[in-house]
């Protein structure tokens, strides 16, 4: 039987996929002998300490009951969950993990020159752009995964019992679907590209604020590159 497009464009996104991990699985060998860079995890902590939940006012007092518990759990432009929650359900797939002897993976996602994008057309385009590609990643993921609003500026998703190599070609697939994604905001058309980190526990961190960190590092790699592209620890 012959193959149809859908399963010619898995089989080149697989080879196209190879290449990066097989690029970061030498780089990896010798990061195992470099611990994390401190700046990136201080820069982690300081992210979690100054941590606000700040939903609109008018919207809080519109609210009642449940949709106050979910207000404090959202972002409210891209509707993924917020940095409060990303850090709190990071801890407790660690923890579910520890004890059932399981992996946990985080990618962290940036939009390639978006302060760039900012200045030409205006914080209402940026906020655009990152509520579309909130759109898609959350497209993308399995049910059981956890999209979030990491930063103001990045996502990050939180694959409960994968390891990197498992949700590499989903990761892989968020990139794809980005760099294709038309963007039509003021009458402007755009398109964006990405850049991806991904590391999990155990193999690459045995601490949540570390394993950010190491995806963050691997992030600034694939930027470092020229964007658009997945880079695996």
Not at 19 to 31: D, T
Not at 143 to 160: G, L, M, N, Q
Not at 193 to 214: M, R, V
Request: aromatic residues 6%.
């Amino acid at each position: 039987m012959g193959r149809n497009q859908d399963d010619y464009a898995l089989l080149n996104m697989e080879t196209m996929l190879g290449k990066v991990v097989l690029e970061m699985r030498g780089r990896h060998q010798s990061a195992q002998r470099t611990p994390v860079s401190e700046e990136l995890l201080t820069n982690v902590r300081n992210i979690e300490q100054g941590i606000t939940v700040q939903p609109g006012m008018a919207t809080l007092r519109a609210a009642q009951g449940e949709e106050i518990e979910r207000l404090s759990l959202i972002d409210q432009l891209t509707e993924l969950y917020n940095t409060k929650t990303f850090f709190k359900e990071l801890k407790d797939e660690i923890k579910r993990a520890v004890r059932y002897h399981r992996a946990v993976s985080l990618c962290v996602i940036s939009i390639d020159g978006l302060g760039e994008l900012v200045q030409q057309y205006g914080a209402l385009t940026g906020d655009a752009v990152l509520k579309i590609a909130a759109n898609v990643v959350r497209a993308t993921i399995a049910e059981k995964d956890i999209p979030s609003r990491y930063t103001h500026d990045k996502f990050a998703v939180i694959f409960p019992e994968m390891t990197a190599a498992q949700v590499a070609l989903t990761v892989e697939r968020i990139r794809q679907r980005i760099g294709i994604q038309a963007i039509s905001h003021n009458w402007q058309n755009l398109k964006v590209t990405a850049s991806i980190g991904l590391a999990s526990y155990p193999a690459h961190a045995q601490e949540y604020d570390t394993l950010i960190a190491s995806a963050e590092e691997v992030l600034s790699l694939a930027v470092e590159r020229g964007g658009d592209r997945v880079c695996m620890v």
